[in-house]
């Protein structure tokens, strides 16, 4: 493929210490783009492989050495495009679901990996001592990195770039947190951006590699220059037009979120018992931007600048310098642990950060962990003297860095709200899809999200399928259940291509399917529309259906927490509402073809993934 | 007619004292529509993306019928 790709993967096997280059055919690309689509390609092929040697992928442990790692670029990613340095890692299975690893990251690594040579890494077999990759103009290292044990992300990083004097490289690395096998570890990149969903940290931690750096100087070609220069500007006029794109998130990071989510009675409190916070404004984006806020930062080629740099200058929670947070972390570190307090926020969040784990997820059980104290579910020795109520600052910020070292309650805390609620005997406490915590949405409010949440294959996940932006942001009813499996299907769809692209979701605030049609056609010089790129999103999202059927994950697991079935919103402005999940969920497994949560035979075959 | 407003977001670069701990009180006459309150507030109607009353959806034609009622302005926002 002569343009938009740098033509060349990575495959590493740690176990040997042996790696080799490999190339993706063009109808293999056509047919799946790249970064999410070309990992969840690669991922149906190994699993077909591992079934050919006998191993039953449903018991397939996911800290195995057989655990396949991949990191992912697209045809967008490093070029002029806006908000392209991002990059898709996913992971045959993730250690805190049993379902398939995915996430997504901003940061510059994604460009430079294609600077480096390469379209994508996949990552097999584990060394016995912990080793670090680079990746230099083309030029392939495995290194020893005993001496890297142990360091934070921001230590690690600087360590590395200084080592190998390239101060704008890439590097990707796991924290503690993933050295330690925490469940919900990330990798890291640039410090603060984070693959942050589903533990593909403790993956990463469990094959002995702590960082791949990369950097070069090699450029994907673009089949029509000027044609995607004219697009290119005519794309960053509608993001600097648009009212979200060019001025909401600039000014107040996605963080601007939490006013509205709350006004609209669904901003997820004490562990989902509520939908309304009356103290919000104390963690909102119009906050973070008055006191704590020291200028915005864009990721490589972005032109949002959603990204924050951020301090707290007095009080017990001071840091000179810090990123983030953003609105998920402020929801789930300050917002259901109803601690409201934004300087706490920045403190834990940050140690998240710098130990590596996801805010969404840490949160999240915390505040489970602050219900099941507050139903009397945690025995007195389990606490170790810890003040677990909802509100109380000091007790999340400790229970972070107890999460990240496996420490007293922060063991289970780090095994997920999932096996926590159900070790201290309250399953239903957990506020989680498929055992990943559910973002800063309620349901009850905003139908759609709901149905999306419970699809999901990764599982509880707001970014899988964003009904949020016509539902709340947009003119769609919120309550009603009417079309909702149609707008979750097409915001899932067009997700998965916006995943292998690879480029910035929040592009789509302001950018369609046609704008990708007109970044993707004249990169690659494809005569691609945009039928043709929802039916690649289908094809993309059915195939990763098919392998978390082969788990055993079928309909019976596209649900909801109990809470949001059948405990109505007891006040504000969603009072009354549960989610009436059945409805909905018929009417999508048949637009997508699905019996039970499984692709029919001829969705199989019209999708060409037969 | 008494009611309460919040702005956010750009919004608060007028009023930059109203938040959602701190509304602003008014008097209204009754019958009057969102599009006057908005306009009485100094704001241009494009400005004005998101309209709620009460926690829920309203538009600039709406007339405000609740003594008491809760109206929230908010520009376009959006995150994830």
């Known amino acids: ?610 | 007619m008494k009611i309460f407003v919040k702005v956010f977001a750009s919004l608060r670069k007028k009023y930059p004292n109203i938040t959602d701990l701190n509304p602003l009180e008014m008097e209204i006459d009754k019958g009057t529509t969102l599009a006057q309150l908005i306009a009485r507030l100094n704001f241009n109607q494009e400005e004005v993306k998101i309209i709620l009353v009460n926690g829920l959806r309203a538009s600039v034609e709406d007339i405000i019928n609740e003594e008491g009622s809760i109206i929230s302005f908010f520009p376009a926002v959006g995150g994830g």
């Open chain 1, 1 to 610: 493929m002569e343009f938009g790709y740098m033509n060349k993967w990575l495959k590493v096997n740690l176990t040997l210490k042996e790696f080799k280059d490999f190339s993706i055919s063009e109808d293999i690309l056509r047919k799946y783009v790249g970064g999410k689509g070309i990992a969840v390609h690669l991922l149906w092929k190994y699993v077909s492989k591992l079934e050919e040697k006998g191993i039953n992928v449903k018991d397939f442990d996911a800290l195995s050495s057989e655990n396949m790692l991949i990191f992912a670029t697209g045809p967008v990613t490093g070029t002029r495009s806006p908000n392209s340095g991002r990059h898709h890692v996913m992971a045959l299975k993730s250690p805190l679901t049993g379902s398939i690893g995915s996430g997504n990251s901003g940061g510059r690594w994604g460009a430079k990996l294609k600077f480096a040579g390469y379209d994508g890494i996949v990552v097999i077999g584990k060394t016995e001592k912990p080793v670090y990759i680079s990746i230099i103009d083309g030029s392939v290292e495995i290194h020893d990195a005993t001496e890297l044990w142990g360091k934070n992300s921001i230590e690690t990083s600087n360590h590395l770039r200084n080592k190998h004097d390239k101060k704008r490289a890439g590097v990707s690395c796991i924290g503690p947190a993933g050295e330690n096998l925490v469940p919900m570890a990330v990798i890291i990149n640039e410090e603060h951006r984070a693959v942050g969903r589903t533990g593909l940290g403790a993956v990463m931690a469990s094959k002995n590699l702590k960082a791949i750096i990369v950097e070069g100087n090699s450029k994907p070609n673009i089949a029509k220059p000027d044609e995607f220069n004219l697009k290119v500007k005519e794309h960053v006029e509608k993001l600097k037009e648009n009212g979200v794109t060019g001025e909401g998130l600039p000014t107040y990071g996605t963080a601007v979120l939490v006013n509205i989510i709350n006004q609209n009675g669904m901003f997820p409190t004490k562990n989902w018992q509520t939908g309304v916070n009356p103290d919000a404004e104390k963690i909102s984006g119009e906050t973070l931007t008055e006191e704590y806020l020291i200028d915005k930062h864009p990721c490589w080629g972005c032109v949002v600048a959603c990204g924050r740099k951020t301090k707290v200058d007095k009080g017990n929670y001071k840091i000179t310098y810090t990123e983030g947070p953003e609105y998920e972390s402020i929801w789930a570190l300050g917002g259901t642990t109803t601690i409201n307090n934004m300087a706490a926020v920045i403190k834990a969040n940050h140690y998240c950060d710098i130990f590596g784990m996801d805010p969404i997820s840490v949160g999240s059980s915390i505040a489970a962990a602050m219900e099941l104290n507050e139903k009397g579910m945690i025995p007195e020795e389990d606490l170790q003297g810890i003040d677990l109520r909802f509100g109380n600052a000091d007790a999340v910020i400790e229970l972070t860095w107890m999460t990240a070292f496996r420490q007293g309650l922060g063991f289970w805390i780090g095994e997920g709200s999932r096996k926590m609620c159900q070790h201290y005997g309250s399953p239903d406490l957990s506020m989680s899809v498929k055992g990943l915590e559910m973002p800063a949405y309620d349901p009850r409010g905003a139908k759609g999200i709901g149905l999306n949440y419970a699809t999901g294959n990764r599982g509880g996940c707001h970014v899988t399928g964003y009904t949020i932006a016509a539902e709340i942001l947009g003119d769609v009813d919120r309550f009603t259940t009417e079309g909702k499996a149609e707008l979750t299907k097409i915001f899932q769809d067009f997700t998965s291509l916006v995943n292998s692209s690879v480029n910035c979701l929040f592009l789509t605030f302001a950018l369609g399917l046609d704008e990708y049609a007109e970044m993707i056609g004249p990169i690659t010089g494809w005569d691609v529309n945009s039928d043709e790129l929802l039916t690649i999103g289908e094809r993309i999202t059915n195939l990763e259906r098919m392998i978390i059927n082969k788990f055993g994950i079928t309909g019976k697991d596209d649900t909801l927490p109990k809470r949001l079935l059948e405990e109505k919103m007891p006040e504000g402005p969603s009072k009354g509402q549960t989610v009436d999940l059945d409805t909905m969920k018929e009417e999508y497994y048949e637009l997508r073809g699905w019996v039970d949560g499984i692709p029919s035979e001829e969705k199989i075959i019209e999708l060409g993934l037969k």
